[in-house]
């Protein structure tokens, strides 16, 4: 059985394509007009990937819906994905 959002299921969302000079806030506050956003990582891959790592307490229906919206979109010269990372 599956926690609900309100009841502990943190879902970690993988984010990349980033600029690279993607911040915390950033992130944070595009990532909060999808839904509630708990903690935000920046990851500098090198050679100008940045990632970030994004947890929000939502449920898995959720985050598939979300890694849907967005999907090679392209800004900044990247395309920019969203996938659910295993945890």
């Keep these: 059985m599956l926690a609900s959002a309100g009841f502990g299921n943190r879902m970690k969302l993988l ?11 950033r992130v944070k506050s595009g990532m909060e007009k999808l839904g509630p956003v708990t903690e ?35 800004h900044d010269g990247k395309f920019v994905n969203l996938t659910v990372m295993n945890h």
């Design 15 to 25: 984010l990349t394509g980033l600029p690279m000079d993607a911040t915390v806030d």
């Design 40 to 74: 935000v990582e920046i990851v500098d891959k090198g050679l100008g990937a940045v990632w970030a790592i994004v947890e929000m307490p939502i449920t898995d229906d959720q985050a598939f819906r979300m890694t849907r919206q967005v999907t090679d979109i392209w």
